[in-house]
Nanobody
Framework: QVQLVESGGGLVQTGGSLRLSCAAS????????MGWFRQVPGNEREFVAA????????GYADSVKGRFTISRDNAENMVYLQMNSLKPEDTAVYFC????????????????????WGQGTQVTVSS
């Protein structure tokens, strides 16, 4: 089992920044690729960013590319999402997720491949 707890959400104005954090506990953190997803009520959950277990590979949704940065600290069992130049359409609940990786150093964009999820943190961007 892996437990994930997100933090860092809040209310910010358009153009502002937030840094989301995800604290992981349980099994060996470095065995997991990590991802961030978001969901607006009534909509499907969508991929935001992901990072391989080593941190050597990252991927982003087109809508956040150039504005968001995902990173991880395996020594501290943490993953982060730095969000800059925020827009009202970034408003959502943001979820951290862990994907157990058997072989290779890669990341996953498909939410159904993720094994563990946090409870989410609300991000609201006012116009």
């Amino acid at each position: 089992q892996v437990q994930l707890v997100e933090s860092g959400g809040g209310l910010v104005q358009t153009g502002g920044s937030l840094r989301l954090s995800c604290a992981a506990s349980g099994r060996r953190f470095s065995n997991y690729g990590m991802g961030w997803f978001r969901q607006v009520p009534g909509n499907e959950r969508e991929f935001v960013a992901a990072i391989s277990w080593s941190g050597g590979s990252t991927g982003y949704a087109d809508s956040v590319k150039g504005r968001f940065t995902i990173s991880r600290d395996n020594a501290e069992n943490m993953v982060y999402l730095q969000m800059n130049s925020l827009k009202p359409e970034d408003t959502a609940v943001y979820f951290c997720a862990a994907d157990y990786v058997i072989l290779g150093d890669w990341y996953e964009k498909n939410e159904y491949e993720y094994d563990y999820w946090g409870q989410g943190t609300q991000v609201t961007v006012s116009s």
